[in-house]
């Protein structure tokens, strides 16, 4: 069975920083497209940063560009997203996503997700 899991979520103060990790387990994604979503209370899940299977490419939403980094290691079977100048608009649930089709951005395994809370 496949699952992704997410750790390094929590509560920082504005301007901090935070590394979210995902590990994948029930098989290996480093020949997939990975990325990451987050849903705000009250809100749809959105697009945050996507990678490709080689890491070779990555893609950001607007709201995230130039604060926010994804990163993965696969020998590690692992994907980062390195996120700093956290604001408080930043809270959500983060979820990691891989593809399941090689060369794809279709999403279809999901985590459970890991809160992060930025405190003004």
């Known amino acids: 069975q496949v699952q992704l899991v997410e750790s390094g979520g929590g509560l920082v103060q504005a301007g901090g920083s935070l590394r979210l990790s995902c590990a994948p387990s029930g098989r290996t994604f480093s020949s997939y497209a990975m990325g990451w979503f987050r849903q705000a209370p009250g809100k749809e899940r959105e697009f945050v940063a996507t990678?490709?299977?080689?890491?070779?490419?990555?893609l950001y939403a607007d709201s995230v560009k130039g604060r926010f980094t994804i990163s993965r290691d696969n020998a590690k079977n692992t994907v980062y997203l390195q996120m700093n100048s956290l604001k408080p608009e930043d809270t959500a649930v983060y979820y990691c996503?891989?593809?399941?089709?090689?060369?794809?951005?279709?999403?279809?395994?999901w985590g459970q997700g890991t809160q992060v809370t930025v405190s003004s």
């Open positions: 996503a891989a593809a399941s089709i090689p060369g794809t951005y279709d999403y279809d395994y």
């Open positions: 990678i490709s299977w080689s890491g070779g490419s990555t």
